[in-house]
């Protein structure tokens, strides 16, 4: 597992060295948005909570200290005048916050596809530019592999997960943030069970992503390679009839490559589910666990009078 991460590590050093100046210069913008979005996302949320109070108990909200100086900007005379003004504010934030998640998924996207399109472009020039000897030495449906199909596979399988995967922590860290100042025990208790749902998925993934993305490269290069001896030669295939032959490897080739790709995305959607069901079981627990703490509470006052 160490030796995986490290290797894993050294792959995105390696990747970020051949970013170009100006796709950095996107990233910082990116991070920028993420910042922004996350931001967003804390308001809408927080948003929640006095929109549920001025519904529940309007009169605790318009008593309450930290709504005074927001009662007295809007000139509010009774509890009845709060929601509105909530309904109003927690619409604006939650289309706020949507819109900057639309936003930075499109720069996500867009980014992801253009430094695709920059590595795809640097393989291919690097590769003219390589002597004969290295050409005659080469298998050349390895290299058109390369430059097409496997750059497809660096951005969906590299760069945009790791941008997403970026954009999450930080939402998340910023969501904690805010969860702490209202309760730092059932933040941090959320963030330890969040943790831990989060590693099992990623190690439970992690090795088998690996495995499907080697097996689906393989294929490809395959694929390539057959393609090429069986158009390329079609007046031998036709004149020999050896269709049979060729159809036969680039049927095995085909599926096995689609199905690694099949896995590949029921690996990277699945633990999506997952994390969302095992988080509402961590939820509902917190939810118990307190509960149960404020019976002791109420009970203990009870004896003690």
Avoid at 256 to 272: D, G, S, W
Wanted: charged share 15%; proline share 3%.
């Amino acid at each position: 597992m160490k030796k995986r991460q490290q290797k894993i590590s050294e792959s995105l050093r390696r990747l970020w060295r051949h970013i170009s100046t100006r796709r950095r210069r996107q990233l910082f913008v990116f991070f920028l948005l993420m910042i922004a979005a996350s931001l967003a996302e804390v308001v809408s949320i927080g948003a929640v909570l006095p929109f549920l109070g001025v519904l529940i108990a309007p009169e605790q909200v318009f008593t309450h200290p930290i709504a005074q100086p927001f009662i007295s900007l809007l000139n509010l005379k009774s509890s009845s005048d709060l929601l509105a003004p909530l309904v109003i504010f927690f619409g604006l934030a939650a289309i706020f916050a949507g819109l900057l998640r639309i936003a930075l998924l499109w720069m996500q996207m867009r980014l992801s596809y253009a430094m695709g399109a920059d590595f795809g472009i640097s393989i291919y020039e690097r590769t003219l530019y390589q002597p004969y000897a290295v050409h005659a030495s080469r298998n050349s449906s390895e290299v058109i592999a390369g430059i097409t199909a496997k750059t497809n596979q660096l951005v969906s399988g590299a760069i945009y997960p790791v941008l997403s995967l970026l954009a999450s922590i930080f939402l998340l860290l910023m969501i904690l943030a805010a969860l702490i100042t209202i309760n730092p025990i059932v933040a941090l208790s959320s963030f330890a069970g969040f943790g831990v749902i989060y590693t099992l998925v990623i190690i439970f993934t992690m090795g088998r992503l690996s495995l499907y993305g080697r097996r689906s490269n393989e294929k490809q290069t395959e694929l390539i390679k057959v393609l090429q001896e069986g158009l390329g030669g079609i007046r031998d295939v036709l004149l020999d009839g050896t269709q049979p032959t060729y159809i036969k490897i680039y049927s095995r080739s085909e599926i096995k490559m689609r199905r690694a790709q099949a896995n590949i995305q029921i690996l990277t959607t699945c633990p999506r589910f997952a994390i969302e069901a095992l988080g509402m079981v961590l939820i509902a627990a917190l939810v118990m666990h307190w509960l149960w703490l404020s019976v002791l509470y109420i009970g203990s006052g009870i004896l003690l009078k």
